[in-house]
T-cell receptor
């Protein structure tokens, strides 16, 4: 059974810092990995999708990497802003997709002004 | 273009009642998936439908059922509600069923009293 772990569970940093969120998964037979952002009580916003054949994806200040063989992904946020405060979720899906996305519990991020 | 829309946004039900939640996918998307998210946890996969057929089912009791209509919208039904069914129910749509990028709605907050 696929398990996804996110470290740290919570993080509080001053505005302007660069930071790294970590995600690990136990079964490397994934089809893709997706990073999401969730604001309190809201739905999920897709940030980045990395196909299993890719090593990284970038969108603005965000960069996500994938090391499928070691079962790890990182989300790098550059020059953090108070508006980046949210919970960040990592999810993986197997080939075929019939099992749906398997999520970690998320990293709760607070950026202090 | 409209994103994924879910209705209602909030709902309060009594134990033992039945509930129907609705989801309209992004135009052109043929796959809809349902997830349950309890406080402090990542979303848990309930169902996936693609081209009106069930393609995947998570570890949920038979009280949970779903269907997809010819216009690709979907309903999630839960019978004999329990207090533990209180959660945020999320719908995700994607172009196809093979692990393509998932886009989520804002969710339906269900409270069972």
């Amino acid at each position: 059974k696929q398990e996804v772990t996110q470290i740290p569970a919570a993080l509080s940093v001053p505005e302007g810092e660069n930071l790294v969120l970590n995600c690990s998964f136990t079964d490397s037979a994934i089809y893709n990995l997706q990073w999401f952002r969730q604001d309190p009580g809201k739905g999920l916003t897709s940030l980045l999708l990395i196909q299993s054949s890719q090593r990284e994806q970038t969108s603005g200040r965000l960069n996500a990497s994938l090391d499928k063989s070691s079962g790890r992904s990182t989300l790098y946020i550059a020059a953090s802003q108070p508006g980046d405060s949210a919970t960040y979720l990592c999810a993986v899906i197997r080939g075929g997709g019939a099992d749906g996305l398997t999520f970690g519990k998320g990293t709760h991020l607070i950026i202090q002004p | 273009d409209a994103g994924v829309t879910q209705s209602p946004t909030h709902l309060i039900k009594t134990r033992g009642q039945h509930v129907t939640l609705r989801c309209s996918p992004i135009s052109g998307h043929k796959s809809v998936s349902w997830y349950q998210q309890v406080l402090g946890q990542g979303p848990q996969f309930i169902f996936q439908y693609y081209e009106k057929e069930e393609r995947g089912r998570g570890n949920f009791p038979d009280r949970f059922s779903a269907r997809q209509f010819p216009n690709y919208s979907s309903e999630l039904n839960v019978n004999a509600l329990l207090l533990g069914d209180s959660a945020l129910y999320l719908c995700a749509s994607s172009l196809a069923g093979e692990g393509t990028e998932a886009f989520f709605g804002q969710g339906t907050r269900l409270t069972v009293v």
